[in-house]
């Protein structure tokens, strides 16, 4: 078990050093993590390429399934494995794979790697499949709805895509996402600062959730415990749901939020009862490791 959990707003601390690439400032996430009761942030799961395999003796895979929620690199990864290819080369294909990003990307595709079911046609190679997670994604998001929703909330379609990421992290389920895009907006638009502990460990490049005290000290622009507004790109590759909740939060006054235990998360604009219910979420995780433990 990691050491310290943390949640939305339980160590709030301002800080005035906002990346240059935002043009908006965001708010600190709340779910809180509870691994032995099994909510695992959805961002940071183990990369497993997930195949449809034909029915020959050779058992070829004939499509590869990107999950909603897989940063990048699990996405290279998969890539690597399912066309058996040496580890790292998809990643280092980048540079000649002339992906059509947005000019706020600076050439990294994160959270343009669009979840779907890509079949493997001809020949496949990790430019072709990028290129076509890429072209998913610019028809997904630059279409009018997303675009008009991205401008309705003073933001830019890259923008969107980040919170959108955020989102895709930290929910515990899809009923949440509205409501977690919500604490988002919400806190922004008071100045706070994000402390999510899935830009954290996106910063650390770790899979386990959970965040310590000198997690959150790390240097990094993704650190939001250090840093004001959005972190410079967006933290995993989001699907659809995400990025509708992004420009269509669910109405309400909420600051804080935290996961007592597996489908109760719970939403508040109260600091005190915010703590209730950290305390609570305590509690619930120390049964559990007892009831683990016997």
């Not at 590869?64 to 399912?82: C, F, H, M, N």
């Not at 540079?95 to 947005?102: E, N």
């Not at 909420?254 to 915010?274: M, N």
Request: charged share 25%; proline share 8%.
């Amino acid at each position: 078990m990691p050491g310290l959990w943390r949640c939305a707003g339980y160590r709030a601390r301002m800080q005035t050093n906002t990346p240059s690439r935002n043009t908006i400032r965001l708010t600190r996430r709340g779910r809180f993590a509870l691994a032995t009761l099994g909510a695992v942030v959805a961002g940071t799961a183990v990369a497993v390429p997930l195949l449809i395999m034909d029915g020959d003796e050779e058992k070829r895979p004939t499509a590869l399934i990107v999950p909603e929620g897989w940063r990048a690199s699990q996405v290279y990864a998969a890539i690597d494995k399912t066309l058996d290819l040496p580890a790292g080369t998809t990643k280092k294909s980048l540079a000649k794979a002339d992906l059509k990003l947005p000019n706020e990307a600076e050439g990294n595709p994160e959270g343009y790697l669009f979840p779907a079911t890509y079949p493997l046609q001809e020949k496949p190679t990790p430019q072709k499949l990028l290129a076509r997670m890429v072209e998913a994604a610019d028809k997904k998001f630059n279409g009018a709805p997303i675009a008009a929703g991205a401008q309705r909330n003073a933001m830019n379609v890259y923008q969107a895509v980040t919170v959108a990421s955020i989102v895709q992290a930290e929910a515990a389920t899809r009923a949440d996402m509205g409501k977690v895009a919500r604490v988002i907006f919400n806190r922004l638009e008071r100045g706070m600062p994000l402390q999510m502990d899935s830009t954290v460990s996106y910063a650390l490049n770790r899979s386990t959730p959970g965040t310590t005290k000198a997690d959150t000290e790390v240097d990094s622009p993704y650190n939001s415990y250090r840093r004001m507004g959005l972190p410079p790109t967006p933290i995993d590759n989001p699907g659809e749901e995400a990025v509708r909740a992004a420009i269509s939060p669910t109405p309400g006054d909420w600051l804080y939020f935290v996961t007592v235990k597996p489908g109760d998360t719970r939403f508040t604009a109260d600091y005190a009862e915010h703590e209730r219910n950290v305390a609570e979420s305590h509690a619930q995780r120390k049964t559990a490791q007892a009831t683990a433990e016997k």
